[in-house]
């Protein structure tokens, strides 16, 4: 078993490989996005809906919030809130081939919306604005399945997909994220699981993070799907929460929800993907 070594001098190499993150800012928390099939008015107003859903989440860091029944009942007025969007055809440079015309190509659809109605929809839903720069989220996940166990690690291509599901659900929470350089990379027992130590606040500091979010990832066939611990200091207490039999998507939503709602004071951590 593999144990934490630091070593000061290597510090700034480390963030440097690692890849340091400025963290989400409060003008970037107003938009959010979606994929829609063309640029039809059906599909808009379903899009305005999702991107609403969406954006309560990353403004105020809880994602319990957009389940109340009067964000359901707001989800269909959704446009009333959007100040601006706009289209980008994710298969462009591709010809429009066959049968297919523009109004069935997939497109990203980006909403921005309007500061102050949302924030007073958000007070309805008794949430409240994170308006304050946001921590950037060092994390430290031990990999266990068949025939292999590994911390996940910024510069190794083994860990590409999993950094990417992380990258997603990054964006959907508004939180940055950084992982250590395979140098600093550690295989953490369960009981090692502690992100209130400090050498492990240390080895976040150096991978260019605030603070450590760490994880024990398994595979699990009982399960049908992969069981996760994930551990996070806040308030000075160590909070945990768990998931079980989902996809690693599932996996890596559920831990920055739940470092959100921490670090925004919305609530305990949910384990309830969406």
């Known amino acids: 078993m ?3 070594q630091l070593f000061p001098p290597a510090f700034a ?3 440097v490989l690692a890849g340091p993150a400025a963290g989400f800012e409060p003008s970037d928390i107003y938009t959010s996005q979606v994929v829609v099939s063309g640029q039809g008015e059906a599909n808009r ?3 305005f809906g999702v991107c609403l859903e969406r954006v309560l989440t990353r403004v105020t860091g809880d994602v319990e919030l957009a389940g109340k029944p009067a964000a359901k009942v707001a989800r269909a007025k959704a446009a009333d809130f959007v100040a601006a969007y706009s289209y980008r055809d994710r298969l462009e440079g591709r010809p429009v081939h066959d049968e297919q015309g523009t109004y069935d190509r997939p497109h990203n659809l980006t909403c921005r919306f309007k500061t102050a109605p949302l924030d007073k929809l958000i007070t309805e839903l008794g ?4 308006l304050m720069r946001r921590p950037v ?9 068949p025939a292999a166990h590994y911390t996940v690690a910024a510069n190794n291509a083994r860990d590409l ?7 997603n659900a990054s964006n959907l929470i508004a939180l940055d994220v950084v992982f250590p350089p395979e140098t600093a990379a550690l295989n953490l ?4 699981l502690d992100p209130a130590s400090p050498e492990l606040k240390q080895a976040a500091e150096a991978a260019g993070g605030d603070l450590p979010l760490v994880g024990r990832l398994s595979w699990s066939d009982a399960d049908h799907g992969w069981v996760v611990n994930w551990a996070l200091e806040q308030g000075g207490a160590v909070h945990r929460w768990s998931v079980r039999g989902v996809s690693f998507d599932d996996a890596f939503r559920t831990a920055l929800w739940g470092a959100a709602r921490l670090l925004s004071e919305s609530g305990e951590p949910t384990t309830n993907p969406q």
């Not at 949430?127 to 994170?130: A, I, V």
């Open 161 to 167: 997909a999993m950094r990417q599901s992380f990258g």
């Open 127 to 130: 949430g409240k604005p994170w």
């Open 137 to 145: 989220i060092a994390v430290f996940l031990d990999v266990e399945k």
């Open 45 to 47: 107003i379903t899009g």
């Open 13 to 15: 190499l480390l963030a």
């Open 189 to 192: 027992s369960a009981a090692e």
């Open 2 to 4: 593999r144990r934490i």
